[in-house]
């Protein structure tokens, strides 16, 4: 069977179902007296969604302190012959990105017992990459993934087109295709020459096996031919890495009618 997929009128009734279910999930985990593993994705796909979050935990008052931001990717750069994180203060640092677009905003005017502590914002790292996946099964797995698609060529995370079903979180050289994509994500890269070109990602085996539900976020008509890919598989196909989403455990696909018929 196809993997499901659910069509919303907006990104923004995208956004607020997806925000809705995590923090739902938030609540649960609080009152069961556990952490709560949020698989995130960094980029404009999901920027919404946790801007929506922020405003109904603060609304609805659901503790947060319990939350473990695990990101998908990072990207690295050379420094004498080997690869470091970048800077967090560069723009396009996905730890200056989880910390701003998630976290921040979650954390904000709560007293500091009440807030995500910095030690709950999991980066994948390029020394011990595969680490990630032992600490993300040490838990018990990601209560819930956040994935999105790359436009041109289907990347999720720095996972580009022919990434192994078995993959484990690793360092990769990224397609001249994803880096494309990743202009979009990034303007302040003046063109894809200033893209950095190696990341650390998330495996894909690590998406499938290590996550116990993942939503496929898919707005806007630019990510038509994503929804167009991915809607039809049973299985990950290599080619379109997104489709992910399909082998994972309890795997959905939202998308807003720009996605699903192509349009703005």
């Not at 923004?12 to 698989?39: K, N, V």
């Not at 994948?124 to 993300?136: M, Q």
């Not at 295709?177 to 063109?191: K, Q, V």
């Amino acid at each position: 069977m196809p993997v499901r997929s659910v069509v919303f009128a907006t990104a923004e009734d995208l956004a607020t179902q997806t925000a809705l279910e995590i923090a739902r999930g938030l609540r649960a985990a609080a009152s069961a007296g556990r952490r709560y593993l949020l698989g995130c994705p960094s980029g404009r796909s999901a920027t919404r969604t946790f801007r929506v979050l922020a405003e109904v935990v603060a609304e609805r008052r659901i503790p947060v302190s319990g939350l473990v931001v695990v990101a998908l990717d990072a990207y690295v750069q050379t420094v004498a012959g080997r690869f470091v994180p970048v800077p967090a203060d560069r723009h396009h640092s996905c730890e200056r990105y989880v910390t701003t677009e998630v976290v921040g905003p979650l954390n904000r005017g709560l007293r500091p017992p009440d807030r995500i502590p910095a030690a709950q914002i999991w980066v994948p790292g390029p020394d011990r990459p595969a680490d990630l996946d032992a600490r993300i099964r040490e838990h018990g797995g990601m209560d819930l993934l956040i994935l999105a698609s790359g436009s041109g060529d289907g990347h999720v995370g720095f996972n580009g087109p022919g990434s192994a079903r078995q993959s484990v979180t690793r360092v990769v050289r990224l397609e001249d295709s994803t880096r494309r994509d990743n202009l979009r994500t990034y303007p302040a890269f003046g063109s894809v020459g200033e893209v950095p070109t190696h990341g650390v990602t998330m495996g894909i085996a690590t998406m499938a096996d290590l996550a116990h539900r993942a939503v496929l976020l898919l707005p806007g008509a630019e990510k038509a031919a994503a929804f167009r890919r991915v809607r039809r598989c049973r299985d990950y196909d290599p080619q379109w890495p997104s489709s992910v989403v399909a082998a994972c455990a309890d795997g959905v696909v939202y998308a807003d009618v720009s996605a699903a018929h192509g349009r703005d």
